[in-house]
């Protein structure tokens, strides 16, 4: 069983910058890749970034491209997002989540475990 714990949310102006981080329980961490997904009031959970089990190859979706970014420490047992240029639209609930394959690494459904999440709220 692996627990994953978010920390990080918290509301900030539009432009502004947060990092989330996620912290594993499992101590084989490396074994997972990891992701972050959002879910916005009333939609689905929708993928914002990957990072395979060696932190070499990296995913973003469109919209989060060019102000995100996914980093890994395996010896912390820790994923981070990193968000710049902060939108309103990126107003979400933001949960990371672990599955042992790269395959469908966007499919929320897909993965193995997930955290309880954290709020990020963009002010205009």
């Known amino acids: 069983q692996v627990q994953l714990v978010e920390s990080g949310g918290g509301l900030v102006q539009a432009g502004g910058s947060l990092r989330l981080s996620c912290a594993a329980s499992e101590r084989a961490f490396t074994n997972y890749v990891m992701g972050w997904f959002r879910q916005a009031p009333g939609k689905e959970h929708d993928f914002v970034a990957a990072?395979?089990?060696?932190?070499?190859?990296?995913f973003l979706a469109d919209s989060v491209k060019g102000r995100f970014t996914i980093s890994r420490d395996n010896a912390k047992n820790t994923v981070y997002l990193q968000m710049n240029s902060l939108k309103p639209e990126d107003t979400a609930v933001y949960s990371c989540a672990a599955k042992r394959l790269i395959p469908y690494y966007r499919d929320y459904n897909q993965y193995d475990y997930w955290g309880q999440g954290t709020q990020v709220t963009v002010s205009s």
């Open positions: 990072i395979s089990v060696s932190g070499g190859s990296t």
